[in-house]
């Protein structure tokens, strides 16, 4: 006899049904590949309710299966499970000071097509601007091949971000100020689309906390800074960025560094990026760009030296104080800090031993982020998948029956 569904019991077999797809989906993504087997040793779910879980992963496009590998004993050949390629992608797009740029990325955190423009975006029109980007993610996404959906959109800014509202608060290298970044990216796409807009040094860290899509680096707890004209920072531990109270945390490019300093772009006085960022830099060296300040530096130019020994000592009061602050050991260069770190590193080493408190007991590290020119964008893209690896339930097909099982 069939017995009647108690009230609830639906919504319970729902709610269970996804709480164990995200918990199959996270297994996989976090560590691959694996077989039905090992996902179920690892998530402490059955293996008759993992299997029936990524039928429903695969038929939804977020996993794949590979050719069987031999066991090595008896039983059946385990069937390996990856990230699925080029079904899904997150479309990141990031709007700097000197270039836009756009990235997709798959679930198996492969780019699928990219493109960058150098522009000068200072005093620009933010809605003009935000919709030339948008248009480019469009234009990109009809020229590949692939015929991935795409996820989510992710938006980096240059800036305090209300990540909550997707309002660009305020960018003062831009001069852009309440601009609805969001509204404007998500009209350009259709409405259809959710869009994730956030801090660039923000979604820059998270290119170092993450291998690819929900899998972390071996980087979990680091101090990441974003430099080019303006200098922003991000705070990750347990590889999550940490944001703040309202989204606001890492504007380390706004800390004084000296009161009788060069008033910066936000209205105050000696703020590190007057001395440390990139145009200040190369105007205090005489240089017009990057590729000059590097062959002065190789060639001995004094005022070059200067100017780069100057911009390590800013840059290593602030970190010192940053450091202290937060009980951190490890910083990530990025931008034309990163490429400059060996230059910089003398002057910054130097305050970094002295202000430290902590440097005898846990030096702290510096290391530059390889280099990319555009890695905002890169983490945008892996922050618009986050969706699907978060909910997996939401994106994929009708389960299969019996897959709401425990």
């Known amino acids: 006899m069939i017995q009647p569904a108690t009230p609830g019991q639906g919504a319970h077999q729902s709610r269970l049904r996804e709480l164990n797809l995200a918990t199959v989906v996270r297994a996989l993504f976090a560590e691959s590949p694996l077989s039905r087997a090992e996902v179920a040793v690892r998530t402490g779910l059955t293996r008759s309710t993992v299997s029936r879980l990524v039928d429903d992963l695969i038929a939804g496009g977020l996993v794949a299966e590979l050719e069987p590998t031999g066991t090595g004993g008896r039983g059946r050949p385990g069937v390996p499970i990856v990230p699925a390629q080029g079904t899904w992608v997150g479309v990141g797009l990031e709007v700097n000071i000197g270039h836009s740029a756009v990235r997709l990325i798959d679930l198996a955190g492969d780019v699928v097509a990219e493109h960058v423009v150098q522009a000068d975006h200072t005093g620009s029109d933010p809605h003009r601007t935000l919709s ?3 248009e480019l993610a469009r234009d990109l996404l009809a020229g590949t091949s ?5 996820a989510g959109v992710g938006l980096a800014l240059p800036g305090l971000v209300d990540t909550e509202r997707g309002e660009l608060l305020r960018a003062p290298n831009l001069g852009w100020g ?11 796409f259709g409405g259809d689309r959710p869009v994730r807009v956030g801090n660039e040094a923000d979604f820059a860290a998270l290119t170092v906390a993450r291998l690819a899509p929900g899998r972390p680096s ?13 200098i922003g920072s991000a705070l990750v531990r347990g590889s999550e960025w940490v944001a703040g109270r309202h989204g606001w945390a890492g504007e380390i490019g706004h800390i004084c560094v000296d009161p009788d300093g060069l008033t910066c772009g936000c209205g105050a ?12 830099l190369h105007a205090a060296a005489g240089v017009e760009g990057r590729e000059e300040l590097l062959a002065r530096l190789a060639a001995g130019d004094r005022r070059a030296i200067a100017a780069v020994e100057a911009a390590g000592h800013a840059l290593g009061l602030a970190l010192s104080g940053a450091l202290n602050l937060l009980d951190i050991s490890v910083v ?20 970094l031993e002295l202000r430290v408190l902590a440097s005898p007991f846990d030096p702290p590290q ?13 983490g945008a893209a892996l922050a618009a998948l986050e969706g699907v690896l978060r909910e997996p339930a939401s994106w994929i097909a009708v389960p299969s029956v019996g897959a709401g099982g425990a």
């Open 269 to 280: 006085r000696g703020c590190l990026e007057t001395v440390a960022g990139q145009r200040a």
């Open 366 to 378: 510096v290391e530059p982020l390889v280099i990319d020119r555009s890695p905002a964008a890169t």
């Open 332 to 351: 990530v260069l990025g931008g034309h800090l990163g490429e400059l770190s060996a230059q910089l590193m003398p002057a910054l080493s130097r305050e």
């Open 132 to 134: 030339e980007v948008s």
């Open 146 to 150: 692939s015929t991935a959906a795409v």
């Open 218 to 230: 071996q980087r979990s707890d680091f101090l990441y800074v974003s430099g080019e004209v303006g």
């Open 178 to 188: 309440v601009v609805p970044a969001a509204r404007i990216v998500s009209a350009s």
